[in-house]
T-cell receptor, first 116, second 114 residues
Framework: GAVVSQHPSWVICKSGTSVKIECRSL??????MFWYRQFPKQSLMLMAT?????????EQGVEKDKFLINHASLTLSTLTVTSAHPEDSSFYIC????????????FGEGSWLTVV | AQSVTQLDSQVPVFEEAPVELRCNYS??????LFWYVQYPNQGLQLLLK??????LVKGINGFEAEFNKSQTSFHLRKPSVHISDTAEYFC????????????FGKGTRLSVMA
């Protein structure tokens, strides 16, 4: 069945560096993907909507210059955390609708980011 | 816009007892409804979803949920829980049209005790 894959699953980076997380739809094309963040023992909060070929739409309070989103193809969206700080440490997860094969939304496995 | 309220942040229950995790939603449009489970340090696993049709939805691991439009609820139930059901459970809602994101509730921590 359709799958959304994220990479890397775990990443540790130093403060001030940037890290890129990839989200791929493996069996279907996704014109729109969604990025969420989850802090420990909290719920998933929508960060932004990634639109293929155009700018992402960010939720209120999410810094667009810090969380760069690129959706260059119908199967790949990337989230780059720029100048990372320890408070950016979180679980990041992406999702996408497959409206063709059963009208289902799929989530990636998630990416654990630790900034030291 | 949609919103989800999970009324209980924690639900402790003994093994083999029944459990109900409550979820209410708010939306100005027709919705799809979902329940996800998250085990410690893992991603989301879909338990069940309501898209249309029968309001009683059966999912994996013996869980079921009932969509009640008049009460705007989608409560999750299991007749007999196991220790392995201990996890965080999230209710989520989305609009039916276009590419709309899921909006999650704050989660309910189910703790099953021996």
């Amino acid at each position: 069945g359709a799958v959304v894959s994220q990479h890397p699953s775990w990443v540790i980076c130093k403060s001030g560096t940037s890290v890129k997380i990839e989200c791929r739809s493996l069996d279907f094309q996704a014109t729109t993907m969604f990025w969420y963040r989850q802090f420990p023992k909290q719920s998933l909060m929508l960060m932004a909507t990634s639109n293929e070929g155009s700018k992402a739409t960010y939720e209120q309070g999410v810094e667009k210059d810090k969380f760069l989103i690129n959706h260059a193809s119908l199967t790949l969206s990337t989230l780059t955390v720029t100048s990372a700080h320890p408070e950016d440490s979180s679980f990041y997860i992406c999702s996408a609708w497959d409206r063709v094969h059963g009208n289902t939304i799929y989530f990636g496995e998630g990416s654990w980011l630790t900034v030291v | 816009a949609q919103s989800v309220t999970q009324l209980d942040s924690q639900v402790p229950v003994f093994e083999e007892a029944p459990v109900e995790l409550r979820c209410n939603y708010s939306s100005s449009v027709s919705v799809y409804l979902f329940w996800y489970v998250q085990y410690p340090n893992q991603g989301l696993q879909l338990l069940l979803k309501y898209l249309s049709g029968s309001t009683l939805v059966k999912g994996i691991n013996g869980f079921e949920a009932e969509f009640n439009k008049s009460q705007t609820s989608f409560h999750l139930r299991k007749p007999s829980v196991h220790i392995s059901d201990t996890a965080e459970y999230f209710c989520a809602v989305s609009g039916r049209t276009g590419n709309t994101p899921l909006v999650f509730g704050k989660g309910t921590r189910l703790s099953v005790m021996a």
